[in-house]
């Protein structure tokens, strides 16, 4: 019996209240601010699943995206499967972050440290009380990304998030490549994450910033997922990317 699928859209229906909430909080100021609104989803073929919607915008009179403190805030849905003693085990878990952090860029990238706490409700089925990661709880994130160019049509972009307590880990490299200087990339993702309770990689196909607006774009990506004690599985996810206010 699959578990309903409308946990995993629960990110996408908030994504605009999300969104609105973040603009509106500068809509008294005679400049509004540029901001960045996020959300997406993925889903593998035996039924694990992620959404989210996040909104990183700029904290304090003389910030703007990518050159100063911004804040940034964090809705999901993550469900998965993990083998434990010889059984599957399946964990359903929306969560939601906070977070500080600093921009910078110049012609060749950019990069981004942030720091911030989290928090989690994580559902086992069948239930395991041995499990390390499993209930309500909280925990200290840490993330840093950065994206570089090493020529007008190579690209590199890499982040890593760890979370203290219970500990767990997310990491992704991007590979990317396009045939012009105006066209949309494309190339290879390796994603590695996982807890003290279960581990997986991730190895894809990615389609990234196709334009679908003025100043919004959409990735899909494409490609298998091993998770530790399980058989390798199909994912396919979309992402889609804006930026909202003036500079």
Excluded: C
Excluded at 4 to 23: D, H, K, R
Excluded at 45 to 58: K, L, V
Excluded at 115 to 139: C, E, F, H, I, W
Excluded at 182 to 190: D, F, K, R, T, V
């Amino acid at each position: 019996h699959k578990p309903p699928m409308w946990p995993a859209a629960f990110p996408l229906l908030v994504a605009l209240s999300l969104w609105t909430s973040v603009g509106l909080t500068w809509s008294g100021q005679s400049q509004a601010r540029e901001w960045l609104g996020l959300t997406g989803a993925e889903m593998a073929e035996q039924g694990s699943a992620y959404a989210f919607a996040g909104a990183i915008a700029p904290l304090g009179g003389d910030a703007v995206l990518g050159q100063g403190w911004v804040q940034r805030y964090w809705l999901d849905w993550v469900e998965y499967r993990f083998d434990s003693e010889g059984q599957q085990v399946r964990a359903r878990a929306p969560g939601f972050s906070a977070s500080l952090g600093y921009q910078n860029s110049d012609g060749r990238g950019s990069w981004a440290a942030y720091a911030g706490a989290g928090y989690r409700d994580t559902d086992l089925t069948p239930d395991r009380p041995n499990a390390k990661v499993r209930d309500a709880q909280s925990a200290l994130l840490l993330l840093a990304e950065t994206d570089r160019r090493f020529a007008e049509t190579w690209r590199f972009t890499g982040a890593i998030q760890y979370s203290a307590g219970p500990d767990s880990y997310w990491s992704r490299v991007k590979f990317l490549n396009r045939s012009s200087g105006a066209g949309p990339w494309w190339g290879w993702e390796i994603v590695f994450q996982g807890d003290p309770d279960y581990k997986a990689y991730k190895f894809g196909l990615v389609l990234d910033e196709l334009p679908v607006g003025n100043r919004t774009s959409v990735n899909f990506k494409l490609g298998v997922v091993k998770t530790q004690g399980l058989e390798t599985d199909a994912y396919a996810g979309i992402e889609l990317v804006g930026v909202f206010g003036n500079k």
